[in-house]
C-alpha cells in the first residue's frame, strides 16, 4: 500500500512509539507509518484503512499496538471474527483491559450476545474507567436488544451515569441509546425527551438525535436536489 509522503510516522502516540522500539529502525518507521494511515483512513475510508492495518500486521505481528489497531480496522468493516481475534492478542500482550467492551461487542457481531452479557459480568468490567463502563453497559443493553429483551435492555442503561446532568464524551450515545430502548418498548413520550437530552450533549454530532426527534413530531424533510419531490410540490 502506497504511503503518502506527508506521513513520517512520528505522528503516532508516543506509547505506541515506545512499543515499536523493540523493532530495527526502518522496520519501526515502515510500521508507524502504515499506523498512521490506519488512523487516518479508519472514520472516511475503513476499507483502505483495512489493507494497511493488514500491511503493519504483517510487519510486526508480535507489537500489541498493531494488534489493536488491526482489531480495530476489522472492527470497521465488520471482520467481527477477525477482529476479536486481534483483541484478544493485544489484550494478551498488553494485560490491559480497556478493550473489553468492544471484545464483547464483537460477541454480539458474530451471533453470541449470550457471551457479551457474560463478559458484563466478568471481573473485567470492575477494571475499566468509567468511560469503560458505560460501554459496557451500551454493549450489553444491545445484547439484550439481540435476545428479544426490549424491557431489560430499558433496565440495563438506567445508571447514575444517566441520570447525571453533567455532559461527558460517552453522554450523548448513552442517553440516545435509552430513548432508543424506550422507544421499542412503546414509551414514546419518554423517548421523546431522551432524544432532546441526546441532541442537548452531542456536541460532535455522534448521533442522529434530531433526525430521530423530527420523525417523533411528523416532521418531514425534502430534498431540494430532488426532482421527483419538486415534481409533486
Not at 494478551?92 to 460477541?107: F, K, N, Q
Not at 463502563?133 to 447514575?160: H, K, N
Not at 413530531?217 to 430534498?223: I, N, P, S, Y
Request: one cysteine or more.
Amino acid at each position: 500500500m502506497p504511503i503518502p509522503e506527508d506521513v513520517t510516522g512520528s505522528e503516532i502516540d508516543r506509547s505506541v512509539r515506545q512499543e515499536l522500539m523493540s523493532l530495527p529502525k526502518t522496520l519501526a518507521e515502515d510500521v508507524a507509518k502504515n499506523l498512521v494511515m490506519v488512523a487516518r483512513l479508519l472514520d472516511e475510508d475503513p476499507e483502505h484503512a483495512y489493507l494497511y492495518s493488514r500491511t503493519a500486521l504483517r510487519l510486526a505481528s508480535r507489537v500489541g499496538a498493531v494488534r489493536e489497531a488491526a482489531g480495530f480496522a476489522a472492527y470497521a468493516v465488520e471482520k467481527y471474527g477477525e477482529a476479536l481475534t486481534e483483541f484478544r492478542a493485544a489484550k494478551r500482550m498488553t494485560g490491559s483491559v480497556h478493550l473489553w467492551p468492544i471484545m464483547a461487542d464483537c460477541e454480539r457481531g458474530i451471533g453470541r450476545p449470550e457471551r457479551a452479557l457474560s463478559m458484563a459480568g466478568e471481573p473485567e468490567v470492575k477494571q475499566l474507567d468509567r468511560a469503560g463502563q458505560v460501554e459496557m453497559r451500551l454493549v450489553a443493553a444491545g445484547a439484550r436488544r439481540d435476545l428479544d429483551q426490549a424491557d431489560a435492555a430499558v433496565v440495563t442503561l438506567q445508571s447514575p451515569e444517566l441520570a447525571s446532568t453533567a455532559v461527558h464524551p460517552w453522554t450523548a450515545r448513552l442517553r440516545y441509546a435509552y430513548a432508543d430502548a424506550l422507544l421499542a418498548v412503546g414509551r414514546e413520550s419518554e423517548a421523546r425527551d431522551w432524544f432532546a437530552k441526546a441532541l442537548e450533549a452531542d456536541q460532535g454530532g455522534t448521533t442522529n438525535a434530531s433526525d430521530r426527534l423530527a420523525e417523533l413530531d411528523g416532521v418531514e424533510f425534502l430534498d431540494a436536489l430532488d426532482p421527483d419531490q419538486a415534481e409533486e410540490d
